[in-house]
């Protein structure tokens, strides 16, 4: 290990970035639903290394020199892993989509590393020896990991903190300090190994104390999350029975070739499934819930289907269903240059829409093309057909339709947000209607879903999550998965959710202030040790 530490310190050029961009990739071993932490330990080093014998430039090479290369290509390695799964949605398409592909997962791999090149020229300039070059690098990074999810409409998927979210026990600390108060200490955790070796005249178990620290809070936080788990009291609803439709409809893809009179009697019968000969069905069910993109036509434009609805629902039961809602002016007529929304219906058994929500955090080249005018040179257009892109809603989460408890409205991505899906309070519950079947048999469903579990114990809040093909779920206040059904299987799941975490969660009261706290420290005290002068040996 000191060999290889002394490596990459001496490495420069073309060598030292190769050998960052595969840590990197290394590293990305860590995210859901890999989570093999140890590559993390054994990727972040190699930043730190690669920093340590890093050259110093002046001018703007203190920003773009040597130091934002490292991060650069340490990032290019990292999400070119970690996010290589949203080719498959290439495959939808063929032709000149499918032939850029490889060059997109790239592209898109690079643009995010632009972040964390910034994080690294930054720590070089706050840089000093020791163990707090460790915390220099964390601090920069977690901040890089904040502006990434925020800026640009943001893009936080496979955020670093998630590594550090494996199993029920670890997950318990999202609800204390979030989704990038986890970044920053994974990032300072996974780190530590950089201080071991290469080897100086310290002893080893000098130079093991800050590898042992960081297992012991690694264990710290398993033992939070068995107390947390063991001593929080969840109380079931009584007014709320749901049943959850996972119905693998295909058309999606392709709005032309939709058939509305199956695709209806399709989500129909399945809604109708007896589980077991003693199964009411829908009669007893208060809640039915369809996905995303289950209906590739406006449903204001097929009548007769809303009628088979109202039919079959009981007068009890409220269907809510991802659908794209037409816009419609006071005066009945739809509204000119406004290509609809991505949105959340509830139907009551009448066939009226009683509440909506519109999606409102888009998905760039997904759901709308910037700079149409210029990619439409190239024939490129948004990956959802159809229309012509979707328009963004009003921003508001809190949906309230008459008989069922209020609830927190996410479609599709949303729900990848930590600590931006709305305000919890008064809410019963989370509902999340996705379509990932833009990304069958890759592993971007099962990460998908586990990004969206967090949002759960983050909120204190129970998760339903109704997917096209899967990943659909229920999850407890506490991110415990209370019933699933699993990637490209066919059939509805009925659950009874709980009450909320009583109280709220301490994330709910602080947001991402223990977060700011410890990254300002951080950098603070990183650039009081830079301004010091170092002793000569």
């Not at 773009?64 to 390695?77: D, E, Q, R, W």
């Not at 759960?456 to 129970?462: D, M, Y």
């Amino acid at each position: 290990m000191t060999w290889l530490a002394e490596t990459v310190m001496l490495s420069h050029g073309w060598r030292r970035f190769l050998i960052v961009v595969v840590a990197g990739a290394v590293a990305a071993a860590s995210v859901p639903p890999f989570f093999l932490l140890p590559a993390l330990f054994v990727g972040l080093p190699i930043w730190v290394w690669a920093l340590d014998g890093a050259e110093r430039r002046r001018g703007w090479g203190r920003l773009f020199g040597p130091a934002f290369g490292i991060g650069l290509g340490f990032g290019l390695g990292y999400f070119t892993v970690a996010l290589h799964w949203l080719g498959a949605a290439f495959l939808q398409q063929g032709g000149l989509f499918l032939l850029l592909m490889p060059f997109a997962i790239v592209a898109l791999a690079a643009l995010l590393a632009l972040f964390w090149g910034l994080a690294s020229a930054l720590a070089q300039l706050l840089w000093s020896g020791g163990a707090l070059r460790v915390v220099t690098l964390a601090s920069c990074l977690a901040l890089a990991e904040w502006a990434r999810g925020h800026l640009f409409s943001g893009f936080p998927f496979d955020l670093l903190g998630y590594a550090l979210t494996a199993n029920d026990q670890m997950l318990q600390l999202a609800a204390l300090i979030g989704t990038y108060g986890l970044t920053f200490l994974a990032a300072l955790l996974a780190a530590s190994p950089a201080l071991i070796w290469p080897a100086d005249q310290r002893g080893l178990v000098r130079r093991l104390v800050p590898f042992f620290l960081a297992m012991a809070a690694i264990a710290a936080q398993l033992g939070y999350g068995a107390f947390r788990l063991e001593t929080t009291p969840l109380l079931p609803r009584t007014d709320m029975t749901a049943r959850l439709v996972q119905p693998m409809i295909l058309d999606h893809a392709d709005w032309s070739q939709g058939e509305p009179e199956a695709i209806v009697a399709r989500l129909i019968g399945l809604s109708e499934t007896r589980l077991t000969p003693a199964d009411p069905g829908l009669s007893g069910i208060s809640v039915l819930i369809w996905p995303e993109s289950v209906f590739p036509f406006f449903l204001s434009d097929y009548p007769e289907g809303l009628a088979r609805i109202a039919r079959a629902l009981p007068e009890t039961t409220l269907l809510l269903t991802g659908a794209p809602r037409e816009p419609i002016g006071d005066d009945g007529v739809p509204i000119p240059d406004n290509p609809g929304f991505n949105a959340i219906l509830a139907i009551n058994g009448a066939g009226e829409t009683v509440a909506s929500y519109d999606k409102s955090h888009l998905v760039p080249f997904g759901e709308y093309l910037p700079f149409p005018e210029f990619f439409r040179l190239f024939g490129i257009t948004q990956f959802v057909p159809g229309t012509n892109g979707w328009a963004p809603g009003d921003g508001r989460r809190l949906m309230s339709p008459p008989g069922v408890p209020p609830f927190l409205a996410l479609v599709c991505y949303e729900a990848v947000f930590p600590g931006d899906i709305g305000d919890p309070a008064g809410a019963g519950f989370i509902l999340n209607v996705t379509n990932d079947a833009w990304f069958d048999g890759s592993i971007g469903p099962e990460q998908h879903a586990h990004h969206a579990r967090l949002r759960a114990v983050e909120t204190g809040l129970p998760l339903l999550r109704a997917a096209n093909s899967g990943v659909t779920l229920a999850v407890d206040p506490l991110g415990r998965i209370t019933g699933r059904l699993a990637a490209l299987e066919t059939g509805v799941l009925d659950v009874v959710p709980s009450q909320p975490v009583a109280g709220g969660t301490p994330f709910n009261r602080l947001g991402d202030w223990p977060f700011w706290i410890a990254v300002l420290f951080g950098i603070g005290a990183s650039a009081v040790a830079a301004r010091r002068p170092r002793r000569s040996a």
